[in-house]
Nanobody, 125 residues
């Protein structure tokens, strides 16, 4: 069982930056592929970024955030991060982190076994 707690979401102006954190419980954090997803009001949850287990050598990003967002992990702290730069109003959403037991990084939500409660990011224009 893995419990995930996101933090770092807040109101920010367009063009600004935020770093989201997701702290995981348990001693097997490094064995999980981790992902960030987001859901805007009235829209379906969508993939943002994913990082492979262990050293996190493989990362994938949604096209809408590529070049602006960076996912990273710190296994010693059981934490995964999402650095978000050049934020746009369309980035406004609840951001969720998730953990998957799959061996490879993936943007498919159904492959993720554990989800956090989410943190709100609001970008004003």
């Amino acid at each position: 069982q893995v419990q995930l707690v996101e933090s770092g979401g807040r109101l920010v102006q367009a063009g600004g930056s935020l770093r989201l954190s997701c702290a995981a419980s348990g001693r097997t954090f490094s064995s999980y592929t981790m992902g960030w997803f987001r859901q805007a009001p009235g829209k379906e949850r969508e993939f943002v970024a994913t990082i492979s287990k262990s050293g996190g050598s493989t990362k994938y990003y949604a096209g809408s955030v590529k070049g602006r967002f960076t996912i990273s992990r710190e296994n010693a702290k059981n934490t995964v991060y999402l650095q978000m730069n050049s934020l746009k109003p369309e980035d406004t959403a609840v951001y969720y982190c998730a953990a998957a037991g799959t061996p490879q990084a993936s943007g498919v939500p159904s492959l993720y076994d554990y989800w956090g409660q989410g943190t709100q990011v609001t970008v004003s224009s």
